[in-house]
């Protein structure tokens, strides 16, 4: 399985969502379910699945779909955007 | 009197709650997310503040689940008792494995019901980072209305950030609260 599909699976697995949603939209603001609780439930599962451990900005600042994929980079985790 | 709502109550501190206090006060995440002071708070320091705060002019509560776990503390200050507005804030400060879906929205419209409904305040406001979007987003499901940009008010981290000013009124919470209850019950 690709980190992309990793990554996708993660969110559809959080929000309950298709992978056709999963786009620059996505953010902290426009989707409703992502709440604290959600946020806490995503870094965890992306932590565990990616076999790292996120630094507290890092975490902070991982506001959207796209943002995360970005900040991934910086722990040697490459994803091909959709 | 505790107020009691839904996955949550909201107590008074107590002297037991001084450490956790202490340590959301001093948490870097926190810290970053957060108005406020930025030096290290020492627990002498915590004891003094909770021995001098004024318990008339604010409003002052300890977040807890009922599974008796406290994950952080809403208040009320600057309450003005003439113009009936008060000045809201809110921290959280718990694991993933310690949280509960919908506790801080529990915790807010608790808080808010209790200061329309009991205070009798007209109008309830706050600000926050423009770059806190969890927090900006919970004001807003809870009925907040982001009023404007208060431009480069804090500087953080070395630099200079802007934050929203929110507020609502009670008009605005009676439809909130109304929708809420439908939501979560």
Request: aromatic share 10%; with cysteine; net charge negative.
């Amino acid at each position: 399985m690709s980190n992309l599909d990793k990554y996708n699976n993660i969110f559809q697995e959080v929000f309950s969502v298709a992978k056709e949603n999963l786009n620059a939209d996505f953010t902290i603001l426009s989707v409703e379910k992502w709440d604290s609780v959600a946020h806490m439930e995503l870094i965890s599962k992306i932590e565990d699945e990616f076999g790292i451990m996120l630094d507290t900005n890092d975490i902070i600042d991982f506001s959207s779909y796209i943002k995360g994929i970005s900040i991934l980079t910086k722990y040697s985790v490459d994803i091909e955007e959709n | 009197m505790i107020i009691d709502n839904g996955s949550v109550i909201l107590r008074a501190i107590e002297k037991t709650d001084l450490p956790f206090l202490q340590k959301m006060i001093n948490d870097p995440g926190i810290e970053k997310m957060t108005v406020g002071g930025c030096f290290p708070v020492s627990f002498d320091r915590q004891e003094r503040w909770f021995e001098n705060y004024d318990q008339q002019k604010e409003l002052r509560c300890m977040i807890q689940l009922k599974t008796g776990i406290c994950i952080g503390c809403i208040m009320l200050t600057d309450i003005d008792w003439k113009n009936r507005t008060a000045l809201l804030g809110e921290k959280t400060l718990a694991s993933k494995e310690d949280r509960q879906e919908n506790d801080t929205w529990d915790a807010m419209m608790g808080f808010l019901n209790y200061a329309f409904n009991e205070l009798n305040l007209n109008c309830v406001y706050g600000t926050v980072l423009e770059y806190n979007y969890l927090s900006r987003k919970l004001a807003l499901k809870c009925g907040l209305k982001e009023e404007g940009i208060l431009r480069e008010r804090i500087y953080k981290n070395g630099k200079f950030h802007n934050l929203i000013a929110n507020s609502i009124t009670k008009d605005d919470f009676i439809i909130a609260y109304a929708k809420y209850r439908k939501e979560r019950f």
